[in-house]
């Protein structure tokens, strides 16, 4: 469970009510901000444009994937190196064909495809092809849920705008009765309100958390294909160790080394 996302929207929505009770009205005020056409108006309207932007199936995907800023990623980078370290030592050891029985006991399905390809003596080239091939389509399907997401940050203020937009008309139209004045106004109001509320409390932190964890896994990936064709291709593993401790940050690499340390 990734606490951060939690505590940050729950902080977030603390501040707004912090901000509404704090006037002369205290908690009852937070009815004055509960507004059912302004909501329908901005959150009816942005996601029914989203869904308009979107197949029914990749709308769907695309509200399942907040669920995802809750879940902390599995993958632990400094051990991965680790482990390709290690399959570099006993490839030089047994031979790469060895790594075929190593390869049954991996979890991560593309370090396991890789390996595969690998014991089947293709070439590094076409091995590189696959895996990167493999990897873009990854990157791809994230981008659909990034999207999704960043639309729904412009499309909450623009749907704002046009509650905004509807509330005036209705208050200019009528200012003869002033009884009709307050209500038109607060629609104007609060849609904006919602709308501000939709992008920057929901739309663009899930976004920008999705973004964040799409880039941690291609560069886990990334580390996979540079390390599975160094073994490919003999490489000394200290070699190896080294190349992919660069992707790390300095404070990380001790945790990276093989306890064989590599072979000289």
């Known amino acids: 469970m990734d606490l951060a996302s939690i505590i940050g929207l729950v902080v977030c929505l603390g501040m707004i009510i912090f901000g509404i009770v ?53 993958l632990d980078t400094p051990q991965i190196i680790k482990k390709i370290i290690d399959l570099s030592n006993i490839a030089r050891k047994e031979g790469l064909l060895s790594l075929e029985e190593a390869a049954a006991d991996l979890d991560d399905a593309f370090l396991k495809k890789g390996i595969l390809l690998i014991v089947d003596g293709t070439d590094p080239e076409l091995v590189r092809g696959i895996l990167e091939t493999e990897l873009a389509c990854i990157e791809d399907r994230h981008k659909k849920r990034i999207d999704f997401w960043m639309n729904i940050a412009a499309m909450g203020p623009a749907w704002g705008m046009i509650g905004t937009l509807i509330g005036l008309i209705l208050m200019l ?29 929901i739309g663009t932190p899930v976004a920008t958390k999705l973004k964040a964890n799409s880039e941690n896994e291609a560069m886990v990936k990334e580390i996979m294909i540079e390390g599975l064709l160094s073994i490919q291709a003999g490489e000394n593993p200290r070699v190896i160790e080294e190349k992919l401790k660069s992707f790390l940050a300095p404070k990380d690499r001790a945790s990276a080394g093989s306890e064989e340390g590599g072979e000289q």
């Open 22 to 74: 704090t006037g002369d009205e205290g908690f009852g005020a937070i009815k004055h901000f509960l507004h059912t056409q302004s909501f329908i108006i901005t959150v009816g309207g942005t996601f029914a444009c989203i869904l308009a932007m979107n197949p029914i199936q990749d709308f769907i995907s695309g509200l399942k994937s907040f669920t995802l800023i809750f879940k902390t990623p599995s």
């Open 173 to 201: 139209q009528n200012l003869s009765d002033a009884s009709t004045i307050g209500p038109n106004m607060a629609t104007a109001l609060i849609t904006t309100l919602y709308g501000s509320m939709l992008a920057n409390w």
